[in-house]
Structures are given as C-alpha cells and as structure tokens.
C-alpha cells in the first residue's frame, strides 16, 4: 500500500528547506568565480534582474505545479493534464537529477576534505603552484575521492530516510540558521580587511563595457542554477506544501535569501582575493586553490578556513538532499516503494554515478565523450541541456497548457487576496507566460550553437 504523502510541519520549516535547496555550491562556489570571469559588477545586476524577472516566475510555476498536483515530477503533469507528452516530460528532470547527483556529491566531498585539511592547517604550502599541486594530489588519486564521496552520500541517505518532516525539515531548521551565522562573520572578517574597498568595487560597480551576448546568458543559467530551477526541485517540495502554505511570499523569501547568500559570498571572497593580491578571475579553482591559499596568509587563517568550509558542507549538504528528493518521491509515486526502500535504491544508484564522475578525475581521466570527462559531461548536460529544456516546457506548461483561474488561485492561495498580492500574481502569470520560455529558448539556442 502507499504511504499517506508527508507534509512539511510549519511555514518557517518550508523556507528553510527551499531555501536549503536553493543556497548552495551554487552561491559560494560557482557565483563569485562567475562574477571574477565575467567582470563584476556588471554581471551581477543582470544576474538580480534575472532572478526578479524570470526566476522568481518560475519559482512560482514550479510551485503551482507541484502543490496542485501533489505528485513528484514525472506525475504532476500528468495530473493536471492527461497526455502521453506531458506525462513524459518530467523524465527529462529525472535524468537530469540523477547527472547532477554525480558531479554535485563529488564537489562536496571535496568541501569535507578541506575541512579536515584546515584542521591539520596548511603549513609548508606557500606558493600558487603548491597549492594547485595540494588540489590535484587530492582529485588525481583515485581512493581518497571515492571515500569522500561515499560518505557524504552515506551521510545524505541517513537524512533520507527519516523522511520529509523529521529528516530534511529538521535537519534544514538546524544547519540554515548556522550557515546564515558563519557567512555572516566570516563577511565582517572580510570587510575589515584591507583590500575591502577594491573587494567591494570590483563586485558592486557595473562596468557595462564588459557586457557581452555571452555574458547576459551566464547570468541567466547562473540564476536558474542557484535557484534549483527547471529540474522539479521544487515541485517536489511544494508536493509536501500545506494548503494554505502562501506561493509568492514562500517564492520571494527564497530569491531573497538566495541572493543575499551568493552577495554575501562576495563579500567574503572578494576582499580577500584582493588583499592578498589573488586573482579574482580564478574560474572554478577559486575556492579550492586561490581561497586557502589566502586563508594560509591571513591572521588566524586556519579558523577561517574550517569556517569557510564547513558553510560550504552545510550549503551543498540540503541541496544535494533536494536534489535527492525529486528521484526519491518518483520512486514511491510511480512504484509505489516505501519511503525506505526508494531511499536505498536512491542511494545506490547515486553512490555508482559519484564514484564513475569522483574517478573521472584519475583512473578513468582518459575515458572521454565529446571531449569531455565524465564529470564535465555531466555537468554540462544537466545544466546547459536538460535544466534549461526542462524549465522551459514547466513554464509553457503552466503558463499556456492549465487554466488560467488555477494559476490564479494557487498564487492567491494563503494571501490576503489583497491588491498588491492581485497585482504581483497578475505580473507572475504574464512572466511565466511570455518573459520566461523566450529567455530560457534564448539561452538553451546559444548553449547549443556552442557545441
Ligand atoms: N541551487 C543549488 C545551488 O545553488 C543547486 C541545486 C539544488 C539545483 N537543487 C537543484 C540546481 C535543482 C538545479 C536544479 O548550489
């Protein structure tokens, strides 16, 4: 028999834990080497139009869908609209889940070594050179990555397991307000460093003359990356939404904080790089090779360090559970498994995918499709392929193919129906409509004409 579907217990607890998907490697790790790459400032002013404008819409798609149809993504189409199209969609989001599962597990684990490594400290490494040798030593060398790997996910399917309201709610309750505290000293650190002021002016002041067409499509994939969008990511949670849960007000928090986190990250990272003369365009080496090699010059650095990496653990710890979560309710809605055993299954199937892309690095770095390594593949095919497709056909779905007054009416649901919530439900229907699917069609044709 099915188990009776679980249900998150308060209104905090749903912030925290889509805001627990949604603050992620994303913010810390991928956000500051975007905005290093890509000029600064510049680059994140489009990024916050991009999130007001067509994430936060299809936030609230992704929400409409899933509440309305209480079913995990390979479903809920289906419930809101028999057809054998729309029923298939949500594999696309399934396999997509399962790649990012791969190559998201193996950066984490990485995270829990840089924390055991700032406890031993740094000392002996002072040169770039020695430190980019410390991050190869560790990703070339195939057992230390396999075991990283295999105990975050271990740690991950213990969490699982005890379900939606005891496991993820109550775990997300604990490491949000903790995450929030860390990056919050370590940004005060950062301000009264030296380098703050070039920190802060290379983030905050918008030079356009670096704007350019492939620039404008990086803030875009940046933002729906960090907001888990177009993966059923939040489908699968607003599944487990109350009725009267509010969809905007839920939708807003998590932009909000969402941005706030990957600023934040900014902040602390930028003025470091500065003051020790890093860098900042560094692209994904940033935070493993440029960081603590800043840590080891700073005054009580190595405390830093574990600070930094243990924010960074908690970040990629409740987005890999979310990311979890969308393979796990498909397994019990459509095969109708126990909660248990669709975790284990889970489990099994992520450890294989983590441990091929942990490898890719060493025992299998000359295995190569299209040029590229397992882990590169993976990567690029979730998130330059199937998250933009699968984002785009969720906003043509609920913007074009269900009815309207539901759309509404979800968007209203646990508002005060006032007019400014009419008029806001009024702006996200239009932008679930037209802005999102041309943006995200945009995006995924110049992705492609990359090939
Ligand atoms: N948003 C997360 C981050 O910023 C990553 C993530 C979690 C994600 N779930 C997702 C990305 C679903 C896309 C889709 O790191």
């Known amino acids: 028999m099915k188990e009776k579907r679980s249900q998150f217990g308060t209104k905090l607890g749903v912030i925290m834990v889509t805001a627990g998907s949604a603050v992620g490697l994303g913010n810390i790790w991928r956000f500051p080497y975007e905005v290093g790459a890509n000029g600064g400032g510049a680059f994140v002013l489009l990024y916050l139009i991009f999130v007001f404008f ?32 729309w029923g298939s969609v949500g594999y696309i989001s399934i396999l997509a889940a399962v790649l990012i599962m791969g190559f998201y597990s193996v950066v984490a684990s990485w995270t829990m070594e ?8 740094f000392s002996g490494l002072s040169s770039p050179e020695d430190f980019h040798n410390r991050f190869e030593l560790l990703t070339a060398t195939p057992v230390r990555p396999v075991v990283w790997t295999a105990l975050f996910l271990i740690l991950n399917y213990l969490i699982l397991i005890r379900g939606v309201e005891k496991g993820i709610e109550k775990v997300s309750n604990l490491m949000m307000p903790l995450l929030f505290i860390l990056l919050i000293a370590f940004g005060i650190n950062s301000l009264l460093l030296p380098g703050a002021g070039e920190g802060l002016r290379f983030l905050f002041h918008p030079d356009f003359s670096k704007l350019t067409g492939e620039v404008v499509l990086r803030a875009l994939g940046q933002a729906f990356f960090s907001l888990s ?31 706030f986190v990957a600023v934040m990250a900014g902040v ?32 009580s650095g190595s405390i830093w360090s574990l600070v ?5 653990f908690l970040a990629a710890l409740t987005s890999i559970i979310s990311v979890s979560e969308i393979i796990i309710a498909y397994l019990m809605d459509d095969f109708g498994m126990s909660r248990f ?21 060493s025992s299998l770095s000359d295995f190569k499709i299209f040029g590229f390594n397992v882990f590169d593949l993976f990567d690029y095919v979730s998130s330059n392929i199937l998250m933009p497709l699968g984002g785009m056909l969720l906003s043509i779905f609920v913007g074009w193919v269900i009815k309207r007054s539901i759309v509404k009416e979800e968007l209203l649901a646990g508002t005060s129906h006032s007019g400014v919530y009419r008029v806001l439900a009024t702006v996200m229907a239009f932008c679930l409509r ?3 699917p041309v943006a995200i069609a945009i995006v995924m044709l110049n992705c492609l004409k990359g090939i």
Do not use: W
Not at 56 to 64: H, M, R, S, Y
Not at 273 to 294: H, K, S
Not at 347 to 361: K, N
């Open 229 to 259: 969008l177009g993966m059923g990511c939040l489908v699968t949670y607003s599944s487990y939404f109350k009725p009267e849960t509010p969809l905007m007000r839920t939708g807003i928090s998590i932009a909000v904080l969402d941005t």
């Open 434 to 436: 037209y802005v999102a």
């Open 54 to 85: 067509v994430g936060l819409p299809v936030i609230c798609g992704e929400f409409i869908l899933g509440k309305r149809s209480r079913s995990g993504i390979r479903g809920a189409f289906e419930k809101l609209h028999k057809s054998r199209f």
């Open 341 to 361: 055993k669709a975790c284990t299954v889970h489990f099994v199937i992520s450890l294989v995918f983590g441990v091929v892309c942990a490898l890719s690095f």
């Open 268 to 299: 602390m990272i930028f003025p470091a790089v500065f003051t020790y003369g890093q860098e900042p365009a560094a692209g994904p080496r940033l935070v493993f090779e440029v960081l603590p090699m800043v840590f080891s010059n700073m005054p």
């Open 308 to 312: 930094f990496f243990v924010l960074l």
């Open 114 to 121: 840089y924390i055991v490594q700032s406890v031993e400290g």
